[in-house]
Nanobody
Framework: VQLQASGGGLVQAGGSLRLSCVTS????????MDWYRQAPGKQRELVAR???????NYADSVKGRFTISRDNAKNTVYLQMNSLKPEDTGVYYC???????WGQGTQVTVSS
């Protein structure tokens, strides 16, 4: 499975970014998709998940600020990030729940 995340960058606190992840999954619409992040010196953590039916879960630290969505026609999952904080800084990765593959992440840096 190939996963390519993009959309990261440098933003000031309070700003917004929209991440995208294009996948090569044959049956993308049937798969739950995750966004993870890894801050410097910390373990990778699950940020958001979207199931095939569209229901979503979020880490407490991002609830109300981040929104995960998907476009099955484009084999793409998105992460809209608003009201960004310096602690949101890290490398963001997308992953299919049922597969072990990790794609290349995208760096998000939030300055204070």
């Amino acid at each position: 499975v190939q996963l390519q995340a993009s959309g990261g960058g440098l933003v000031q606190a309070g700003g917004s970014l929209r991440l995208s992840c294009v996948t090569s999954l044959t049956f993308f619409s049937r798969n739950a998709m995750d966004w993870y992040r890894q801050a410097p010196g910390k373990q990778r953590e699950l940020v958001a998940r979207i199931f095939s039916a569209g229901s979503t879960n979020y880490a407490d630290s991002v609830k109300g600020r981040f929104t995960i969505s998907r476009d099955n026609a484009k084999n793409t999952v998105y992460l809209q990030m608003n009201s960004l904080k310096p602690e949101d800084t890290g490398v963001y990765y997308c992953k299919a729940l049922s597969y072990a593959s990790w794609g290349q992440g995208t760096q998000v840096t939030v300055s204070s």
